[in-house]
């Protein structure tokens, strides 16, 4: 288990996570597990290619409409670690609920699930977003399982309507790009935003909850405190 008493932002402590434990599984999805040492290189490589090949500058807001899927700590690691802001999107979100969250937060890209891309190609030119990343389900379940699922979830099940973006590039072009570019290391504040988590807005139009590293690092901080013996060795 990572100390994160002496850590202040979110990216450090997946940076130790990585570096105790990097041959260990980090995730697991659909068969398919990824040590931290992995998701480490992924996220590195997609850092890099929204620091060298889009147009983001630290503090820019990148959403994220992704279920619970390998992608999903990718793109977030990567995303703190290029100094951005995550903009937690829902795959579920109508066309009028991420019209407004996309406008509301003024994110520049979309990473967005080919199954659900169909909704917001309905409206993204009306928002701010420069660039769309699109991924596949089988994306990063390895060379012969990966091609297999997208193929099925795509032709055989119907589960990806046609979309259109004017500025889109998919998910495993952007690792490989990044992976031919040098990233620079940003330095991220406590106080720097983290993450853009919108409301359910039940009561009116969801609003976006500003949580910074810190506060995410301290509630960690707070598990640790009450919890943390029961994740030691042996318990």
């Given at each position: 288990m990572v100390d994160v008493n002496h850590l202040n932002t979110v990216q450090e402590v997946y940076q130790e996570a990585a570096k105790e434990h990097a041959d260990k599984p980090a995730f697991t999805c659909m068969g398919t597990t990824l040590s931290y040492a992995e998701v480490d290189r992924y996220a590195d490589q997609f850092a890099s290619y929204l620091q060298n090949h889009t147009n983001l500058q630290p503090g820019d807001r990148v959403a994220v409409?992704?279920?619970n899927i390998l992608q999903y700590p990718v793109v977030l690691v990567g995303i703190f670690r290029?100094?951005?802001?995550?903009?937690?999107?829902n795959p579920l979100y109508t066309t009028r609920e991420i019209n407004h969250q996309l406008n509301d937060s003024g994110a520049k890209v979309l990473v967005v699930l080919s199954n659900v891309a169909a909704t917001a190609a309905d409206i993204i030119q009306d928002t701010e977003v420069e660039q769309v990343i699109v991924t596949n389900v089988g994306d990063l379940l390895g060379s012969i399982k990966g091609p297999l699922v997208?193929?099925?979830?795509?032709?055989v099940k119907k589960m990806v309507p046609a979309f259109h973006f004017q500025n889109s590039i998919s998910f495993r072009s952007v690792l490989a790009l990044g992976a031919k570019s040098m990233?620079?290391?940003?330095?991220v504040k406590p106080e720097d935003i983290a993450v853009l988590q919108y409301t359910g807005g039940t009561t009116g139009l969801s609003k976006g909850a500003m949580l910074t590293h810190s506060n995410l690092v301290s509630n960690m901080q707070q598990?640790?405190?009450?919890?943390?013996?029961y994740f030691e060795e042996g318990k």
């Open positions: 409409q992704l279920p290029a100094g951005m802001v995550v903009v937690n999107t997208n193929f099925v979830a795509k032709r990233l620079t290391p940003v330095a598990i640790d405190g009450c919890l943390g013996s």
